[in-house]
C-alpha cells in the first residue's frame, strides 16, 4: 500500500482491523510503513498534523487521490465531505478536547477512506475519536469496514451536541428563571457566550447536512457500497441534533428579546420619573429666578413676610404644573 520503507511520521494510534476474525489489533507507536502492509482486514490510521512531516508521508500513501490528501491536510474551518472513485473524505466538526475534560471550542475532524484504510488527522486533540477508539478496543466486532468506523465516528459528534445541548439548555434554563423573576437583572453577558456557541453550531449542523445529502445523491459508480444507506441514517441523526439546536437557538434569541424589552421599559420608567420631576421643578424655577434678580421695585422686596409669599408662590406653581399634567391625563 506504501511506496517507501519510512517511520509513520505524527502517528497517535493505529490499529489493524480485521471482520472476519472480529479483532482489532492496535500496532506498535515504531512501526515502519511496510507494517502497514496487511492480506486482509482494513487499518485505521490517526495522525496528528502538529507533524509537519505528515504531508509528505501521505503523498507517498497508495490508495489516496490529489483531492483526499488535501482533504487530510487542510486547515480551514468549515466542514466539508466529498465522494470521488469510491473513496470519501471531508472535514468533520466537533469538539477539541483537554486531557481530563471536553471543551465548548469547535475542533476539526480530517478524514479520508476506501474499502483498505481510514485515516484521520486533526490539529488538537478531538472528543469523538477518543470515543470511538474506546468503542474500537470494547466492541471490535461491529466494525465491519471503515465505512463502519466512519458512521460510528459521526455518530459520536452527534452525540457529543446533544450533550453540549443538554448543558446549554440547563444553563439556558437558570437565566430564564433569573429573567422572568420580579428582580431585574442584566443576563446579557452570561447569554452572549451561549448564543455564540449555539450560533456556530447551528451553522455547522446546516453546513454537515447539506454536504450528507450532496454525497448520497452523488453517481452510484463512484459511491462506495453501502454508502447511501450510511448516508441516510446519518443524515437522521444531524437532523435531529439539528432540531434540537434550533430551538435552543431560538429560545435564546426570545430570552435575549426579553431582557432587552425588560430593560427597556425600566429605562422608560425611569425617564418617565425624571420628566415628572422636571416638570414639578421648573414653575418653581422660574419663580425662584424671578424673585432672584437684581432689580428694583421686586413684589415683596420690602414686605416683612415676604418670603412667605415667595414660598407660596413656589407651592402654588407646583399645584399648577400638578393641575396640568393631571388635566393632560399624564399623571
Partial sequence: MLTTPSLIPG???????DPESRTAARLPMDMTADDLLFDKGFIWLHLSLADGRVPAFLENFAGL????????INHEHHAA????????????????REFDSTTRDIGWLHFALSDRFIITTRLQPIRSVDLLRASLEKNPAKFRSPLHVYEVLVAESQRGIMALVIELMDEINRIEDVVY?????????????????IVRLHRHLRGMLSLMRRAAAAD?????????????????????????????HERARLLHEEIDSKLSSETNRHLYVLSLMTAFLLPPTLVTGFFGMNT??????????????????????????????KRAKIL
Fill in 296 to 325: 428694583s421695585e421686586l413684589p415683596f422686596t420690602h414686605a416683612p413676610q415676604g418670603s412667605t409669599y415667595a414660598i407660596a408662590f413656589i407651592v402654588g406653581s407646583i399645584l399648577f404644573a400638578w393641575l396640568i399634567l
Fill in 11 to 17: 502517528l497517535v494510534w493505529a490499529y489493524h482491523i
Fill in 65 to 72: 487521490t490529489e483531492a483526499s490528501r488535501a482533504a487530510l
Fill in 81 to 96: 465531505l466529498s465522494v470521488d472513485d469510491q473513496l470519501i473524505c471531508g472535514t468533520l466538526v466537533d469538539f477539541q
Fill in 181 to 197: 423573576d420580579e428582580d431585574l437583572r442584566d443576563e446579557r453577558t452570561q447569554l452572549a457566550p451561549l448564543r455564540r456557541v
Fill in 220 to 248: 452510484d459508480d463512484e459511491m462506495p457500497e453501502g454508502f447511501e444507506d450510511v448516508a441516510t441514517r446519518l443524515t437522521s441523526r444531524l437532523e435531529a441534533a439539528d432540531h434540537d439546536v434550533y430551538a435552543l
